[in-house]
T-cell receptor, first 120, second 110 residues
Framework: QVQLVQSGAEVKKPGASVKVSCKAS????????MHWVRQAPGQGLEWMGI????????SYAQKFQGRVTMTRDTSTSTVYMELSSLRSEDTAVYYC??????WGGGMDVWGQGTTVTVSS | QSALTQPASVSGSPGQSITISCTGT?????????VSWYQQHPGKAPKLMIY???KRPSGVSNRFSGSKSGNTASLTISGLQAEDEADYYC??????????FGGGTKLTVL
């Protein structure tokens, strides 16, 4: 079945970086764009950016420009999201989510979420 | 501050219908028929309920429907059930640079 499996929880100190992985299975990896969305404790969903697994092109939310990097490895059907210069406000659950179409079609499959805690 | 505006909360009794609005601008909701809606229960990942304004994914109850008028999209849930109690988020394509979410609406089934 179609699924996205994310890496485990992380605890980081302020100023560090974190890299979260999202392994896809059950479909053609390069045929669907992948979003990254985060949710701080008790808060709403926040769109971070998107990657085209086929060519590797990316688009990031302005808020994260310069701090986020999204990459993919087609040999393992895995996308990655790296966030640098972490601060306490980055404490959140991070989700990868597949887009139904190239972009804008709706996020139909979601990973289980990865909790990132930033604390000194 | 979210790019799309939703009411913080709505409520209804079992069997009733409710509507959640999602107001954007002419740069997002108003320009594209690419609005999606998500249901999220506590501690769970979001679930796609409506895409491309009014389409339902396979397996989603036909009690859920979507529409759009101008810069405002709406999600209607008819025949409210206890299991519908959750947070709901809208999201819109806004050109090749962003896909903002609404701030979320907490639905309470009385």
């Amino acid at each position: 079945q179609v699924q996205l499996v994310q890496s485990g929880a992380e605890v980081k100190k302020p100023g560090a970086s974190v890299k979260v992985s999202c392994k896809a299975s059950g479909y053609t990896f390069t045929s669907y764009y992948m979003h990254w969305v985060r949710q701080a404790p008790g808060q709403g969903l926040e769109w971070m950016g998107i990657i085209n697994p086929s060519g590797g092109s990316t688009s990031y939310a302005q808020k994260f420009q310069g701090r986020v990097t999204m990459t993919r490895d087609t040999s393992t059907s895995t996308v990655y999201m790296e966030l640098s210069s972490l601060r306490s406000e980055d404490t959140a659950v991070y989700y990868c989510a597949r887009d139904l179409s190239n972009w804008g079609g709706g996020m139909d499959v979601w990973g289980q979420g990865t909790t990132v805690t930033v604390s000194s | 501050q979210s790019a799309l505006t939703q009411p913080a909360s709505v409520s209804g009794s079992p069997g009733q219908s409710i509507t959640i609005s999602c107001t954007g601008t002419s740069s997002d909701v108003g320009s594209y028929n690419l609005v999606s809606w998500y249901q999220q229960h506590p501690g769970k990942a979001p679930k796609l309920m409506i895409y491309e304004v009014s389409k339902r994914p396979s397996g989603v109850s036909n009690r859920f429907s979507g529409s759009k008028s101008g810069n405002t999209a709406s999600l209607t849930i008819s025949g409210l059930q206890a299991e519908d109690e959750a947070d709901y988020y809208c999201c819109s394509y806004a050109g090749s640079s962003t896909s903002p979410f609404g701030g979320g609406t907490k639905l309470t089934v009385l």
